[in-house]
């Protein structure tokens, strides 16, 4: 077990819908990190928060957002889903002080499937 | 960006033998080079890392290597067991206020009994 959690573990929706991914990083952490992992794309950096504020951003969809609460959890919201959104989406939380990277432990990911 | 490039995609050894996998990476600036483990519909699991400063970092039956000059790192396990079977990602990350990883696209290792 990582210390990292996330809601809900599954997800089936249909297209043109809207959800909300939740993470809890590791305590302590401020650093909150959204992947995607799907089979043609292999696992694929989408943002990242740290204490509340937006550090960086990868490939994310402007259809897709997200923010960090002052509790430190994160939400990610996918809007006007399509198809090919279905995937295992990924938090990582990291300690973030400074400069140096840190590791970031995974939680148990959320797999959407969209039909 | 930074781009990362893993070899083999698929690897099977025999119980007991040697398995490695290599990566390359486009960023000479980046510094931080995680390997994670991930078995199926699992969380990618931290195994061992290694900085720009180290050339090598070993954890038991598992170690690391870096050569900063060719821009590539590799993992390497050793008395490989069965329950060592799963896909293995390599990544790498820069300092600064954004430290994202890039993956490598995964290398499915099998070990035979």
């Known amino acids: 077990d990582s210390g990292v959690t996330q809601t809900p573990k599954h997800l089936i929706t249909a297209t043109g819908q809207r959800v909300t991914l939740r993470c809890s990083p590791r305590?302590?952490?401020?650093?909150v990190y959204w992947y995607q992992q799907s089979l043609d794309q292999g696992l694929q950096f989408l943002i990242q928060y740290y204490n509340g504020e937006e550090r960086a951003k990868g490939n994310i969809l402007e259809r897709f957002s997200a923010q960090q609460f002052p509790d430190l959890h994160s939400e990610l919201n996918l809007s006007s889903l399509e198809l090919g959104d279905s995937a295992l989406y990924f938090c990582?939380?990291?300690?973030?002080?400074?400069?140096?990277?840190?590791?970031?432990?995974f939680g148990p990911g959320t797999r959407l499937t969209v039909t | 960006g930074e781009n990362v490039e893993q070899h083999p995609s698929t690897l099977s050894v025999q119980e007991g033998d040697s398995a490695v996998i290599k990566c390359t990476y486009s960023?000479?600036?980046?510094?931080?080079f995680p390997w994670y483990k991930q078995e199926l519909g699992k969380r990618p699991q931290l195994i061992i890392d290694i900085r720009s400063n180290v050339g090598e970092k070993k954890d038991q039956r598992i170690a690391v290597t870096l050569n900063k000059t060719a821009k590539h790192f590799s993992l390497h396990i050793t008395e490989t067991q069965p329950e060592d079977s799963a896909v293995y990602f390599c990544?790498?990350?820069?300092?600064?206020?954004?430290?994202?990883?890039?993956f490598g696209s995964g290398t499915q290792l099998t070990v035979l009994p």
């Open positions: 305590s302590g952490d401020l650093s």
């Open positions: 960023d000479s600036a980046s510094n931080y």
């Open positions: 990544a790498a990350s820069l300092s600064g206020s954004a430290r994202q990883l890039t």
């Open positions: 990582a939380s990291s300690q973030g002080r400074g400069t140096a990277p840190y590791e970031q432990y």
